[in-house]
């Protein structure tokens, strides 16, 4: 089938080299030239595990294209709207000027039959006043929420967990002939996946819509919990890793998302989060959510107590001491700093008299960018030499499995920072450092 996709910043560049990869004739729209030309050429333009063999295998067989030009997606069936939703600056809500245009300038080349799947994460009550604009062309706007994990995105878009479709229903609830007709249509785009056992859960708009934010913000909360946790672990000397050990084995708790540390980031947890408050107040159900409120505000103070940690390892100031901070990035296996944790604290310590060094396996050209105040080194070595202290920011496997001994002969202080809760304790004090971590003794 011919397929376009619209918006190729993460998600739509991989979802245009995953369904070309599931031999789809796909063709990739964004108003950014420079991206465009990078993608034309094979190059992915963010880091991505996986993307580029993706990209250079689908544009040797010539299933995938991409152009700046929207009358491209002439002769395509169905056409994905992947674009970003920022936060609005000074606001909690969501920023949909990048969704509106897409879909604007999507509409004088829709086909009656034709179908529009919406995969940006948006307030609820969008879908429904998209799917108005739409009508008038014969075409069926379907509700299709993305849920993918950056460092794992090929492997979710090829083999997901889920699929979830928002279709278009009557009065009465039942799904109208023109989203049976489209959500046919969209089985055939994801036959591979479906064929393969994929889950497929068909609702209306409302809940599609509701999906993505809630699953984000039920995440978002238990990391937070688990962080709350530490506080208390903090001010009683207990230790957070065991205790999150020992709920973890309640099969209706689960171990996976409680590790206390820094918290969450990126371009996702903290804005959907925040845009799902707003939507509420504006529904005039905000006491809902109001629990988000303190999940963000936790969010944020863990930052603030590892600056008090540094503090306290440096004998009360922070003036004129060296700090390397291991990663930029909000997560390992990936290139995005956006509000990164690793990078706000490298921030702070900076701001507050240290000497900061940065270093990341693939974020420092973006840090840099977005930090230029702090310095940055290519590699741990020469981030760690005659630094006071050592704070792992980002879990990247190589900083997992660093040698404290090797570290300890180029550094003026042994005070290590475990950011993340990762890193053994007993192997680090062996060797003669002071390891500090949130929620631990």
């Not at 969704?99 to 179908?115: E, I, K, M, R």
């Not at 307030?123 to 994990?149: D, K, S």
């Not at 840090?367 to 080194?377: C, D, G, I, S, T």
Request: glycine share 10%; proline share 5%; charged share 25%.
């Amino acid at each position: 089938m011919r397929i376009s996709v619209i918006g190729c910043g993460y998600l739509g560049a991989v979802h245009a080299a995953a369904m070309a990869s599931l031999g789809h004739e796909v063709v990739g729209i964004d108003v950014d030239e420079r991206k465009i030309d990078a993608l034309r050429a094979g190059r992915a333009p963010f880091f991505e595990p996986g993307l580029p063999e993706l990209l250079l295998e689908a544009g040797d067989a010539g299933g995938l294209t991409f152009s700046t030009d929207i009358a491209a997606v002439a002769g395509a069936r169905v056409h994905f709207v992947c674009v970003g939703t920022p936060q609005m600056k000074g606001e909690f809500r969501a920023d949909m000027r990048y969704v509106d245009a897409s879909v604007t300038s999507l509409l004088p080349h829709l086909q009656p039959g034709d179908v529009v799947v919406g995969k940006s994460t948006v307030p609820v009550g969008t879908a429904e006043r998209l799917a108005e604009q739409i009508a008038p062309t014969g075409a069926t706007l379907i509700w299709n929420p993305e849920f993918l994990r950056e460092g794992f995105a090929v492997e979710d878009t090829l083999h997901p967990d889920r699929f979830v479709y928002g279709l278009p229903t009557d009065e009465a609830g039942v799904v109208t002939a023109a989203g049976e007709a489209a959500k046919a249509l969209l089985d055939e785009v994801y036959a591979t996946p479906l064929s393969d056992g994929t889950p497929l859960v068909v609702t209306d708009y409302p809940t599609a819509q509701l999906v993505k934010v809630a699953a984000n913000s039920f995440l978002a909360t238990k990391i937070s919990f688990i962080n709350a946790m530490a506080e208390l672990c903090e001010a009683t000397g207990g230790d957070v890793t065991q205790l999150a050990d020992a709920i973890g084995y309640d099969v209706r708790i689960g171990r996976k998302f409680l590790n206390a540390g820094l918290g969450f980031g990126g371009g996702c947890l903290p804005k959907d989060i925040r845009a799902f408050m707003a939507r509420a107040g504006e529904l005039g159900v905000d006491q809902a959510l109001t629990f988000l409120r303190e999940v963000d505000s936790i969010n944020g103070r863990r930052r603030e107590r590892m600056v008090e940690l540094a503090r306290e390892v440096c004998e009360g100031t922070l003036v004129g001491k060296r700090v390397a901070v291991l990663g930029a990035t909000f997560k390992p296996n990936s290139d995005d700093i956006r509000d990164s944790p690793a990078l706000a604290v490298a921030d702070m310590l900076d701001k507050a008299g240290a000497h900061v060094v940065v270093t990341d396996p693939q974020g420092i050209e973006n840090a840099r960018a977005a930090r230029p105040e702090l310095h940055y080194a290519e590699n741990v070595l020469d981030a760690v030499r005659d630094a006071d202290v050592v704070l792992l920011g980002t879990e990247w496997a190589q900083y997992r499995e660093l040698d404290p001994d090797a570290l300890a002969g180029v550094v003026a202080g042994r005070h290590i920072l475990d950011g993340r809760n990762v890193l053994d304790p007993a192997r680090w004090r062996a060797a003669g450092w002071t390891y500090r971590a949130l929620g631990r003794p």
